[in-house]
T-cell receptor, first 110, second 114 residues
Framework: QKEVEQNSGPLSVPEGAIASLNCTYS??????FFWYRQYSGKSPELIMF????GDKEDGRFTAQLNKASQYVSLLIRDSQPSDSATYLC??????????FGTGTRLTIIP | GAGVSQSPRYKVAKRGQDVALRCDPI?????LFWYQQALGQGPEFLTY????????KSGLPSDRFFAERPEGSVSTLKIQRTQQEDSAVYLC????????????FGNGTRLTVT
């Protein structure tokens, strides 16, 4: 079992709809949770991070964390074609390395 | 510069050659990480430095891989006797030394071994 699991997709969502990306992790000691966006041929760029159970909103993005279920998700509201990318979930235990999932490829259909 | 800088951007090596990849982290960032990313996969951890100390090298795939950060700033990842399976994008990232500090990535070095 991989430490961080994501559905690889592709996930297709109509423009203007809500895109929902999910991630589960195996290490109960994980303390910090990050979502990165990666365009093809580019490096990962940070979108959001969350540490506490519940929701965290930033513009069109909402991160949700449920530590009891070891589950973290990212919602993208009013999806735009520019949101088409691979979304990487990453978790950190302590102040050490980030462990990444394989990423979910998201396509927004105009 | 304001971001993590990596060089070269692209490297083509013949099988058996040695390569050296450079990373210049964000000023003030204590922690420095190297990741390897194969096509269609997420980044895989290679090694981690806190200042000049290499605290974790558990992800280095073989003893052909060696990383250093002698003065606690610039880091070099060296791959000896390159093999075709070493072909990947090598990403460097830096951060503050805090549990809530995200990693900031450089643009990566795409290594192709022919």
């Amino acid at each position: 079992q991989k430490e961080v699991e994501q559905n690889s997709g592709p996930l297709s969502v109509p423009e203007g709809a809500i895109a929902s990306l999910n991630c589960t992790y195996s290490d109960r000691g994980s303390q910090s949770f990050f979502w990165y966006r990666q365009y093809s041929g580019k490096s990962p760029e940070l979108i959001m991070f969350i540490y506490s159970n519940g929701d965290k909103e930033d513009g069109r993005f909402t991160a949700q964390l449920n530590k009891a279920s070891q589950y973290v998700s990212l919602l993208i509201r009013d999806s735009q074609p520019s949101d088409s990318a691979t979304y990487l979930c990453a978790v950190k235990a302590g102040n050490e390395k980030l462990t990444f999932g394989t990423g979910t490829r998201l396509t927004i259909i105009p | 510069g304001a971001g993590v800088s990596q060089s070269p951007r692209y490297k083509v090596a013949k099988r058996g050659q040695d390569v050296a990849l450079r990373c210049d982290p964000i000023s003030g960032h204590v922690s420095l990480f190297w990741y390897q990313q194969a096509l269609g996969q997420g980044p895989e951890f290679l090694t981690y430095f806190q200042n000049e100390a290499q605290l974790d090298k558990s992800g280095l795939p073989s003893d052909r891989f060696f990383a250093e950060r002698p003065e606690g700033s610039v880091s070099t990842l060296k791959i000896q006797r390159t093999q075709q399976e070493d072909s990947a994008v090598y990403l460097c990232a830096s951060s503050f030394d805090r549990v809530d500090s995200p990693l900031h990535f450089g643009n990566g070095t795409r290594l192709t071994v022919t």
